[in-house]
């Protein structure tokens, strides 16, 4: 079956009812599906100007990395959602790069930038659909922000665990602790370090790549006590 | 001499143009000047949304802060910039607030923020001013978030002290220590060793509230050298 531009496009963004008709013609044209694999990168800063992403079926996770290698994740997208950075060549404020790279396989809906330019600047709807988006994104990069630098260690481990059990409904968390630390910008051994802390207080048992929660009141607490 | 807001609002904004004649005399009757004393605050979490600033005079600082109370320096609004934060109820996409503290004695050009929300709402081009600007600050908080995460404290201190000099065209900073700690994130106490550790090296001189460089090459090149 093939897949309706037109369909996703109406759905999905507010501008397509304020773009005319050849326009949306050739925003079809110009725009195609991507497949990702689990791990793979969609976008470097060293890589060129890729284009407006959407998440059809997958997630993705946004990241910078310092010279030494160390990660910090700033959010992630999921199904559904429209990311503007790996297309902020197009955008003269945005003046810092990301990592992006699939946290599952993907298929994204892409449009390619050269294009996007041009009708962004024809098109003050579309423009701002961009500039809205990135506002958005901006909220959750604060947010990662204050949670790494305004949070004790312990607290932010355990809302991160906290928050996963929640959005998984699993009590039992298919983890490593490089992949926890680079979620929370912090090293490997300092995740270890206090992983082995929880489960001494029997609020966690660890094995190799998972992390069961076996007290969750504990965890809660944990989390949201100043 | 009477303030001229047409003449000022033109010069500034780009979607002056793009709005109506009544729109115009409507935006004008909703703003006003409004003047801060040096370490006053302009806005602050708990306040309500105060409106769009526009810097005639003076500088502002954007901050946030911890339940401990420890700042970050997000960026400074300097003359001619606009900060839209304070008007962030306006935009859903905006889930975070921040403290606005003057930094100099400042006059700031204000428009409401009822006004605001209206004509953004009818004037698909001043909605982007608004959006395009945030976008525009996302960009300078990633600036400071990567320096906050990625850079050993020397270096970041460095970068300071060398950016001071060149911003001021002054050897002879007058900063206190703690005044540096909160533009930095950091201890005022971290501030002061690293600090110690510069004069025992004859980068600098310090004494009561000021930073004398007397090896700016030194500080360069601490900033610059990976």
Redesign the interface.
């Known amino acids: 079956m093939e897949f309706n531009f037109q369909q996703y496009f109406n759905r999905t963004f507010p501008f397509w009812n304020r773009i005319t008709d050849s326009q949306k013609e050739e925003y079809i044209q110009n725009s195609f599906l991507s497949n990702f694999k689990k791990g793979q990168f969609v976008h470097d800063p060293m890589g060129q100007c890729f284009g407006m992403l959407t998440v059809y079926k997958g997630q993705l996770r946004v990241f910078?990395q310092?010279?030494n290698g160390?990660e910090?994740t700033l959010y992630r997208i999921d199904e559904g959602e429209t990311c503007t950075l790996a297309t902020s060549c197009i955008?003269d404020?945005?003046?810092?790069d990301v990592f992006i790279e699939a946290t599952r396989d993907s298929t994204l809906v892409v449009t390619n930038s050269s294009y996007l330019n041009r009708v962004s600047e024809d098109n003050?709807?579309v423009?701002?659909f961009i500039?809205?988006q990135?506002?958005?994104?901006?909220?959750s990069?604060?947010?990662s922000?204050?949670q790494?630098?305004?949070l004790s260690f312990d607290k932010r481990l355990a809302s991160y665990l906290y928050d996963e059990v929640i959005r998984t409904n699993e009590s039992s968390l298919v983890v490593t602790h490089d992949e926890i630390a680079k979620e929370l910008?912090s090293a490997r051994e300092v995740v270890s370090r206090m992983l082995k802390y929880f489960q001494k207080e029997g609020f966690v048992i660890l094995e190799r790549g998972k992390v069961e929660i076996v007290n969750k009141d504990a965890i809660r607490k944990i989390a949201i006590e100043?």
Chains 1, 2 share one sequence.
């Open positions: 910078i310092s010279e160390k910090v955008m404020e945005i003046t810092f003050v709807y423009q701002n500039y809205k990135t506002t958005e994104k901006f909220s990069v604060m947010w922000m204050q790494i630098l305004f910008g100043s």
